[in-house]
């Protein structure tokens, strides 16, 4: 049978596959705000939603939040003292594993982490969730429903 009538495995999506270009441009991102920025730190984080991700970004919005891949942003801040690109980076380049993004900003450390010690957003529960206490219900009608 000829090349041309084969059959071939034809991709039916549209997402566009990343280049060494995003993810120096990213290494870029991340180095200009540990210049711009006095603070650096790592925030760590499970199960992080979109709308409590929206709740930290409204917060700080003078502020740069980075998720991305933990090697490229390890790879801007450095791995050893030889190759980190500032003083004391590769500490902090040391804590990036797991779910972790950064967060560079200006403001006081007391103010930081007052708010995120008082950050709390209300969701609703998932599988495996363990309720906080017991609901009862006493039998017949419920009035509260019609």
Known sequence: MPKSKRTRT???TKVKAKVSSDKSDLVDRVRESVDTFKTVYALGFQELRSNQLQAIRTE???SRLF???NKIIQLALGHGAEDEYA???RHLS????GNVGLLATNRPKKEVLAW???FE?????KQGFVARGDL??????LVQFP
């Open 116 to 118: 995120f010690a008082g």
């Open 94 to 97: 040391d804590l990036v594993t």
């Open 67 to 69: 998720f991305g891949k």
């Open 60 to 62: 700080f919005r003078d």
């Open 10 to 12: 034809v991709a039916l």
């Open 136 to 141: 009862r219900l006493e039998a017949g009608p």
């Open 121 to 125: 957003v209300e969701d609703f529960a």
């Open 87 to 89: 003083d004391n980076l």
